[in-house]
């Protein structure tokens, strides 16, 4: 899979969670921080520091979800703002 694909699914992910009106948050696993320093929540999508009050979304993301030597999940912030 190549690195653009794997921004792309994810991107898709955060706009899933981004769309749905007032989300039951913690049952997708999802953390919604406000940056309150910055550098401190770097942006997976765009590779910047969030701004100070800048909404963030910590969660999961499963980009080699098979069962695998190299199975791997990785904790990622993406700034609302990035989308």
Known sequence: ICH??????FKQKINMLININ??????????????????????????DDAEVGERVFLLNYAYQPNHTPYKNVSRNFCAGECL
Do not use: H, M, Q
Not at 4 to 9: A, G, L, N, R, Y
């Open 4 to 9: 653009e694909t794997i921004d792309s699914e």
């Open 22 to 47: 007032k989300s039951p948050w913690a049952e997708r696993n999802v953390v919604v921080y406000a940056a309150d320093e910055k550098p401190g929540f770097p942006c997976r999508i765009t590779l």
